[in-house]
């Protein structure tokens, strides 16, 4: 999730009357909205993942952003998927078979 797309869905819960507040359940784990650079060492029940990424001239490479690094090329996705403790959703914009898994040993 890029900065942009945290603007994006909080503008969206505002035209819709929704605060953060009021999407919390446990007042000790607090609803938000954050790209993953804000989200090391929180976790929750419940993570909804968004990774709506555009494809370049039609392939993947090079398109995944925050989660790129050359030596461990899955370590940060890794990280953001491990932030739920019983359920995660995944919002993607594209198809596994898009991702090329030879390139990451898949």
Sequence with gaps: ???????????????RGLTEAQLTRRPQEPFFVR????????ERDYV????????RNGS??????????ESHPLERLNV???RARSRMEIL?????????GEKFGL
């Design 1 to 15: 999730t890029s900065a942009a797309q945290v603007a994006e869905i909080q503008r969206l819960m505002a035209e």
């Design 35 to 42: 790209i993953i650079n804000q989200v090391q060492g929180e």
């Design 48 to 55: 909804m993942l968004s990774l709506v990424i555009a494809p």
């Design 60 to 69: 993947m490479d090079g398109c995944f952003g925050v989660f790129q690094n």
């Design 80 to 82: 953001a998927m491990s």
């Design 92 to 100: 993607a914009s594209f198809l596994p078979a898009h991702l090329g």
